[in-house]
């Protein structure tokens, strides 16, 4: 299949078996799932060394203070307590550094705040405590005395930005403003970052518009959720090297943050990475491990850190919250002539998040473009990733005015989306819309809609990105194929990579094994995150595998006594093209190979960094809404996305699944809370609400086959695009069932009854 042929693959429920004798396209089970469903899987919590003691935190109970005093000196003469850390502990072990270590010296000691220093956020890390047990650790922290000058936080990115707000960061300085906009003000305050982009003249674009819109929308903060929290195991040998047991989706990516952290070599850190219980983006180290080294290295004992769940929604990295407004013109055509967004990202006492602004474009073919956006610092903790970063929030403000539009200028909103979306080579954005509104029936919706019911249809996008990657593929005497690499698995992509290697040197996919090293032994890795993965560590595996099969079919050449053109490899097997009876299995030549003058068949693949094409993902939503009490029920889901080449079905249909249902949730119902004094208000899976299978209805699944060129079998990343539509969809169909633009989530029972009421609707 070329470039530019596409499959459509419509999934209910589970696809099977083999294409013919390839392992590419085959829906087969995880590598590991007999593991983790029997328990077998280790995770970070299950590992006890000898001399284990556990660390816990003092944390700052209120959101914006100046510390006034520190005393730690009841907490150390615990019994059973082996180490404390503070700021000032830190500062007494750092007196006797070398002035050229003062640079050193000073990242650690930000770790905590010092006395005179501030906290910025409730929940803050003020001291660490490790002892023989947990239990031990944190009556410890409970006897650390802290005096605090509270401080006025600020909690809305609106009032942050603001003249006379307080200062989050006291060096930050003000920032120029815009003359016009809903941020509009001379000068803006706290600002951690911005991105300013313009396309074209959109002042020009407005004025060929026939209709302008313009509409503000604010989606708060979200929490990844994932099962297992942060955890860390560290140990520190009497040389001063390092090893650390983590959850994390880049071991790689921990190394390096406590080498540059702590100012110790590379070479004397290993990080071995654990079975981890999901993260989404928010597990690339920081959070925990730095803290546990710090404290194996004063306690001299291997010390093991895991967060409470209240702890995750108090210190880890959410998604971060915007409040965005956009503006779009249109002609009576159905053209869109100029779009222009103004946005501030509370990305907390951290930044990130603003650029994700340019995805308010869309899909389509807009001519004038313009964005103004900021991170605005608030007292809250510092942001992270969360599946395709920004994308949800942006997709949110621009899809659902696209909605906003239809409606009133009485347009078909998957026409319209038809009309205006961009083409391209390797792109399938209408393919993907057209196939999700076939599953749906979206034609004959109207036919289908009884009261109170109404549809939404939305559509996101993502580029998967790249990163260095390397494997190594060997043949065993045995005929059986082993890879090797340094890869974090989240997804089951150690199982891709299995169907990659059998694909290429012709053998089963169960006669394939998959091991991931630690630092200390496997080639270098990205981290997983981006939807990299099975793009990056797909080529590499496959250039591997490639490699090996050169040494198979030569050594079957000569064993043969003909030319490695006139050899094909597959079901095991080397054979003469055409003469069946002429062959010699890959198991032979694993045997010849250890008595060749070439030793072991042991193939070499690296990847750095090659393009990708933009995948999306589009989705429909029909809902309903009790009327007496505001309450959203989803009826009907249906999703679609361009996976590239499909490489397991099952696994493709997992993270379509997977992605729509969070995307659901968060305008539907999660959202983190804050006190006017910035305290967390819902610490907890008890008042954070997540979805149950109660919640969502059986999700219809299309799969779209674009394949892009530098895809290994032309695969593209598929994990961030099924999150980024849903908000906007099902804010959408809302709208369709009540005829009231909500434009603030989540849609909860009682600000859709109450925006129902407020615009005079039953």
């Given at each position: 299949m070329t470039a530019t042929e596409t499959k459509t693959t419509t999934t209910n429920g589970r696809t099977d078996g083999a294409n013919g004798v390839h392992q590419i396209g085959r829906s087969v089970p995880r590598i590991d799932a007999l593991d983790k469903v029997t328990g077998r899987a280790q995770y970070t919590a299950d590992l006890h060394l000898p001399g284990t003691c556990y660390g816990a935190f003092l944390r700052s109970p209120h959101a914006h203070a100046r510390v006034v005093s520190i005393d730690t000196s009841e907490a150390e003469r615990m019994p059973g307590v082996v180490a404390v850390i503070s700021a000032a502990s830190i500062a007494?072990?750092?007196?006797?550094?070398?002035?050229?270590?003062?640079?050193?010296?000073?990242?650690?000691?930000?770790?905590?705040?010092?006395?005179?220093?501030?906290?910025?956020?409730?929940g803050q890390k003020i001291a660490a405590v490790a002892a023989a047990t947990k239990e031990l650790a944190e009556e410890a922290c409970e006897r650390i005395k802290v005096e605090y000058e509270v401080l006025p936080p600020v909690i809305d990115v609106r009032e942050a930005v603001k003249e006379g707000a307080p200062l989050v960061h006291d060096e930050t300085k003000p920032v120029d403003g815009?003359?016009?906009?809903?941020?509009?003000?001379?000068?803006?305050?706290?600002?951690?970052?911005?991105?300013?982009?313009?396309?074209?003249?959109?002042?020009?674009?407005?004025?060929?518009?026939?209709?302008?819109?313009?509409?503000?929308?604010?989606?708060?903060?979200?929490?990844?959720?994932?099962?297992?929290?942060?955890?860390?195991?560290?140990?520190?040998?009497?040389?001063?090297?390092v090893t650390v047991w983590t959850s994390t989706q880049g071991h790689f990516a921990v190394r390096s943050n406590l080498a540059n952290s702590l100012r110790i070599p590379l070479s004397k850190i290993n990080v071995i990475g654990m079975t981890i219980g999901g993260g989404f983006g928010a597990k690339f180290g920081g959070i925990v491990d730095t803290y546990c080294v710090l404290l194996a290295q004063k306690a001299r004992r291997p010390v093991k850190i895991i967060y409470t769940r209240e702890e995750e929604f108090?210190?880890?990295?959410?998604?971060?919250?915007?409040?965005?407004?956009?503006?779009?013109?249109?002609?009576?055509?159905?053209?869109?002539?100029?779009?222009?967004?103004?946005?501030?990202?509370?990305?907390?006492?951290?930044?990130?998040?603003?650029?994700?602004?340019?995805?308010?474009?869309?899909?389509?073919?807009?001519?004038?473009?313009?964005?103004?956006?900021?991170?605005?610092?608030?007292?809250?903790?510092?942001?992270?990733?969360?599946?395709?970063?920004?994308?949800?929030?942006?997709?949110?403000?621009?899809?659902?005015?696209?909605?906003?539009?239809?409606a009133a200028m009485g347009w078909d909103p998957v026409e319209f989306r038809l009309k205006n979306m961009r083409e391209g080579d390797q792109i399938a954005f209408k393919e993907t819309l057209q196939a999700v509104a076939d599953r749906a029936g979206w034609a004959k919706r109207q036919s289908k809609t009884g009261p109170n019911e109404g549809w939404g249809v939305a559509v996101g996008e993502w580029t998967n990105g790249a990163g260095p990657a390397s494997a190594v593929v060997s043949v065993h005497e045995d005929g059986k194929v082993h890879v090797f690499y340094g890869l974090m698995d989240l997804t089951g992509t150690d199982t891709a990579m299995a169907q990659i290697a059998a694909e290429v040197l012709g053998v089963r996919y169960e006669d394939v094994t998959v091991s991931r090293g630690d630092t200390n032994s496997a080639p270098f890795g990205t981290a997983s995150g981006g939807s990299v993965v099975t793009f990056s560590f797909g080529n590499a595996v496959k250039r591997a595998a490639e490699d090996a099969k050169k040494r198979l079919l030569e050594l079957a050449a000569d064993h043969l006594e003909v030319a490695v053109e006139d050899l094909e490899l597959a079901n095991g097997r080397v054979s003469v093209k055409g003469n069946d009876e002429s062959l010699v299995t890959v198991a032979q030549l694993g045997q010849m190979a250890l008595?060749?003058?070439?030793?072991?068949?042991?193939?070499?693949?690296?990847?750095?960094?090659?393009?990708?094409?933009?995948?999306?993902?589009?989705?429909?939503?029909k809902v309903s809404f009790d009327p007496d009490t505001g309450q959203v029920r989803l009826r009907k889901l249906y999703g679609s996305l361009d996976v590239g080449k499909a490489l397991n079905p099952m696994a493709c249909e997992g993270q379509m699944e997977g992605g729509l249902v969070q995307g659901f949730a968060w305008g539907l119902m999660e959202q983190m809370r804050y006190a006017e004094d910035g305290r967390n208000w819902n610490p907890g899976l008890l008042d954070y609400r997540v979805p149950t299978t109660l919640d969502f209805p059986d999700i219809e699944s299309v799969m779209v086959e674009m394949p892009t060129k530098n895809g290994p079998f032309g695969v593209k990343g598929i994990g961030e695009p099924p999150i980024a539509p849903g908000v906007a969809c099902l804010v959408s169909a809302v709208a369709d069932a009540t005829g009231v633009w909500i434009n603030e989530v989540p849609l909860t029972p009682e600000r859709v009854l109450h925006a129902i009421k407020a615009n005079g609707k039953k």
């Open positions: 007494r072990d750092l007196a006797i550094v070398v002035e050229e270590e003062m640079h050193a010296a000073r990242r650690v000691l930000s770790l905590f705040p010092n006395v005179g220093g501030k906290v910025t956020y409730h815009l003359d016009h906009g809903p941020f509009a003000a001379p000068t803006l305050f706290n600002i951690a970052g911005q991105n300013h982009r313009n396309e074209g003249d959109v002042d020009a674009g407005f004025r060929e518009a026939d209709r302008i819109f313009e509409d503000t929308y604010v989606i708060p903060r979200a929490h990844q959720t994932y099962i297992e929290p942060q955890s860390t195991v560290a140990d520190v040998a009497r040389d001063g090297s108090l210190d880890a990295k959410p998604a971060p919250g915007a409040v965005i407004t956009v503006k779009t013109g249109v002609k009576e055509d159905g053209t869109i002539t100029a779009r222009q967004a103004w946005a501030l990202w509370d990305t907390g006492v951290g930044s990130g998040g603003c650029y994700a602004t340019n995805r308010v474009k869309g899909v389509y073919k807009i001519e004038h473009f313009k964005v103004d956006a900021y991170d605005v610092h608030t007292n809250k903790p510092a942001p992270g990733a969360y599946r395709a970063p920004g994308a949800p929030q942006a997709t949110f403000a621009g899809e659902t005015q696209l909605n906003r539009i239809c008595r060749s003058k070439g030793g072991p068949i042991v193939g070499h693949g690296s990847f750095a960094s090659e393009p990708s094409a933009t995948t999306t993902a589009a989705q429909i939503v």
